[in-house]
């Protein structure tokens, strides 16, 4: 027998993070359906949380969707890529006109423009989510990420509004953008969360060279930190993870797990779409390539065998003014980070018309998601004074720390160089900082080499229009 249209909500797919955003449905208040390919999760998941609210199990999709209010909206919370198509394929003949399909995977922005447009064709709206916060984020409260059409906000707004995470009585969701624009503002996070850690493990292995200290002494030193303006999720997941002991060995657990990082891809698109839109995210690039190059087992047993002496040793004189410098260039780095990421936010809602609120943007980040960070207040209230900053970097806030850990930021990247401790996140954040401060650039020179070789042109400084000079004649100079 079909079940009652009673549910304000649907959520297909079951595996942790479904099952997590169901039961905060739940636990808000809403009727949700819940449906996964194999019944046994759809059951336990009612015997286990049952009495959190009220859920309509269902065991096929046709009972899924007919269990929903109209216009009906279903989160799917399948695998991204294929297992997402395979389910939207079997939800859309199922679907009536104003209909919503709503994917809180990481999907790729791409497929999800695609999927979208495919179906605006069938009179259904399709809303690519992102969703941060992990497994306790999404029954907590995370920090959501919509994309699609303002129709379908109209419906999802006030429901996803109230499972978010909450900051000061403002949730940490808003309408991002029409089509792809949640999902590349989630994969834009994702980049910044990939440099947000590099930046830390950095920090953590300077500091742990430099002083000679134990995990659990440094887990001490992210804990003052955490205490003011680096305050943030990830630097007080760090105290955490640093001060915890391997059972098995009695070892500090950082020691024992193995120094290759995984990645699912998402830091890899964010990298990829900034090379396309060519916008510099330096800081988030190097943070992908060092997770990269950690896993070349291989290589690194090599060039371990050929260059083990390759830095100096490190005698760190002043322990306290040591700690305060990493302090400082982890902050310089961080702000850049996060300048490059609302950069290429800003591109990308240009290159494809969605109209993106980078304060507004930030305002969603500072509860729920992992990259949740005192600072973005300062993020969200430099671009809600000024929406067309040119860079992050020069709104005061960040302008003032960044000036102050100047000093602090090249001290540490020198000392890591002499000492051979690689540190390319810090050193590619300052090299981007420098690479924009610069009077000139040696980007002239380049220019110089490609009209050498190939007559590719330049522009003068001191003359509209682009010339080319006869290199291999008599070196006079013409129009190009
Ligand atoms: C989040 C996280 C989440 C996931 C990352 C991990 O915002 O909740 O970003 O989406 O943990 O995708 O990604 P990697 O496996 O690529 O590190």
Known sequence: MAAQATAQIGVTGLAVMGRNLARNLARNGFTVAVHNRSPERTRSLVAEHGDEGTFVPTESLTDFVAALERPRAVIVMVKAGAPTDAVIDELVPLLDEGDIVVDCGNAHFADTRRREEA????????????VSGGEEGALRGPSIMPGGSADSYRKLGPIFEKIAAQVDGTPCCRHIGPDGAGHFVKM?????????????????????????????????IFREWNGGELESFLIEITTDVLAHTDAATGRPFVDVVLDQAEQKGTGRWTVQSALDLGIPITGIAEATFARSLSGHAGQRAAARRAFADAGDTWQVDDRETFVEDVRRALLASKIVAYAQGFDQIRAGSREYDWDIDLGGTATIWRGGCIIRARFLDRIREAYDAEPELPTL?????????????????????????????????????LAWFDGLRAERLPAALIQGLR???????YRRVDRDGSFHTRWAGDRTEVAG
């Open 451 to 457: 009209d050498n070789f190939g007559a590719h042109t």
């Open 188 to 220: 834009v996070h994702n980049g910044i969360e990939y440099a947000d850690m590099q930046l830390i493990a950095e920090a953590y292995d300077l500091l742990r060279a430099g002083l000679s200290a134990s995990p659990a002494e440094l887990a001490e």
């Open 119 to 130: 179906l605006r064709g069938h009179g259904l709206h399709f809303v690519g989510t992102g």
């Open 393 to 429: 970097l020069v709104a005061p806030w960040f302008a003032e720390r960044v000036s102050a850990g100047v000093p602090a930021w090249r001290r540490v990247v020198a000392d890591a160089a002499r000492a051979g401790v690689p540190a390319p996140a810090f050193a590619s954040s």
